[in-house]
């Protein structure tokens, strides 16, 4: 036979849901609580509640990289920079990432331009690390360290924002996130089973639903813009027009 008559023929690549891991923010606080030391709880909370790759996007990051003004910041990604328009995206300031941020940034020394910098070296195996962390924490290691972290964080995304926005801020396509990254959870399966009479058909209910998801889109991620606001008027240091990079209180 002179070809393969499969060789025109896309390969299904089927999920293995063994592997899937819903890193609760319950857990997220304790391995935090574990971290040695603010730039480790940066990187952590990067993942958990940026969705960032580990370590490829991390260590990219430069203070030039984040408007606090705009509440956004850019992300540098290696693994998609070859697809048009894929060299980077933004993500939203998150509030959950702000008081990280915020606590490397006043340690920086002036004229620093690199937001990670203990955990950049290539010799530096940062899941070995987190494993000992997530122990320290009192918690099995799930399956896949940081992996599971964006799959987590897209999952909650997913359940206030459209698949567009969410699949924008984690840098990667709505089938990539239906096959490999959304996760059913067993918030998921207790919000099913509760008693109907909370969950009655008809006017009252979609009204209800609807107040429900804008009021936790207002209290999770609604305060975005308000706390990067906060942070560039008001406890932040003065940024020069060059940049974000940490400043002395000089200038």
Same mark, same amino acid.
């Given at each position: ?12 690549? /089927? ?5 899937? +891991?819903?890193?609760?923010?319950? #857990? ?52 998609? #920079? ?26 920086? #020394? ?12 290539? *010799?530096? *195996? ?45 840098? &990667? ?7 490999? +990254?959304?996760? /059913?959870?067993? #918030? ?6 509760? &008693?109907? /009479? ?6 009252? +209910? ?14 999770? +991620?609604?305060? /975005? ?27």
């Amino acid at each position: 036979m002179a070809g393969n008559p499969f060789d025109d023929l896309k390969s299904c690549v /089927v999920p293995n849901t063994s592997r899937y +891991y819903f890193v609760s923010r319950e #857990e997220a606080k304790k391995v935090l609580d574990a971290c040695p030391d603010a730039q480790w709880r940066l990187v952590f909370a990067l993942c958990r509640y940026g969705g960032l790759r580990c370590p490829s996007e991390v260590v990219r990051l430069e203070w030039s990289h984040v408007d606090w003004a705009n509440g956004r910041m850019t992300v540098p990604s290696p693994k998609t #920079e070859h697809h048009p328009g894929g060299e980077c995206r933004q993500i939203p300031l998150f509030p959950e990432l702000v008081p990280h941020l915020q606590q490397v940034f006043e340690q920086a #020394e002036p004229g620093t331009e690199a937001i990670i910098t203990r955990y950049r070296q290539p *010799n530096q *195996n940062l899941g070995t690390q987190l494993q000992r962390i997530i122990r320290k924490a009192g918690l099995k290691p799930w399956p896949k360290l940081f992996q599971n972290l964006r799959s987590t964080r897209e999952t909650e995304l997913a359940e206030h924002f459209p698949m567009h926005v969410v699949c924008e801020w984690i840098g &990667n396509s709505q089938p990539v996130a239906a096959r490999h +990254y959304l996760q /059913v959870t067993d #918030e998921h399966f207790r919000r099913a089973v509760q &008693n109907p /009479v909370q969950h009655r058909t008809g006017t009252k +209910y979609t009204e209800a639903h609807g107040q429900q998801q804008a009021d936790a889109e207002q209290g999770v +991620y609604g305060s /975005v813009q308000a706390s990067a606001e906060k942070q560039a008027h008001g406890d932040m240091a003065v940024v020069g027009v060059t940049g974000l990079e940490p400043v002395t209180s000089s200038l």
